[in-house]
C-alpha cells in the first residue's frame, strides 16, 4: 500500500519427518526478505544483504536505501552467470522494505534481473497468487494494514492445490512507515 508492505509465505516442509523451512528472513529495521528456491542460496544471500546494511549504517549512520541494496544483490547474482568457477544462484527473493521513497517491493531473479512491483507472487504454483493479485490490485494503496494482510493469505489460499492454508503452515512479514520489520507465525498470523 502507500504505507506498508506485506509479505506471505507458505511453510513445507521436504518430508513429514522434518520440520518447515524458514523461508523469511529480517535483513535490518526497515527490510525484509521471502525466497522461493534453494535455501542455502536465500541463506547466503540475506548474510550478504545484512553485512551491507550493517556497513551502509556504520558509515553513513543511517538506514540503506532498498533500492540501492536490491542493485547491488542483482549485480552479485549476475556475475554469477559469467563465471566458469561459480554456479548461479538458484534463488529468487522478494525484497520488502520503506525507505525515504516509501514503501518497495522488489522481485529479484537468479539470472540477475530485478524489478519493482505493486503487488508479486514468487515460487511454485505462483500463478494462481498472481491472477489474484492482478485482479484486486487497484485496491492496494489504499487498504489498511489488515486488509493488505488479508489479501496477502487469500493469494495464498489460491496458490494451495491441496490442504488448508491455516496458522500451522502460514507466515506473515509486516513493514512499513513507523513499523519495524515484523514476523508473525502461528497463533498470531490469525
Known sequence: SDTHVVLATLKR?????????RKVFKIDDHMGIAIAGLTGDGRSMSKYMRNECINHRYVYESAMPVGRLVRQLADKSQVCTQRSWKRPYGVGLLVAGVDAAGPHLFNTCPSGNYFEYKAMAIGARSQAAKTYLEKHFESFPAATLDDLIRHSLRALQASLSEGELSAANSSVAVVGAGMAFTLLEDDAVL
Open 13 to 21: 516442509s521436504q518430508s513429514e519427518l522434518s520440520s518447515f523451512q
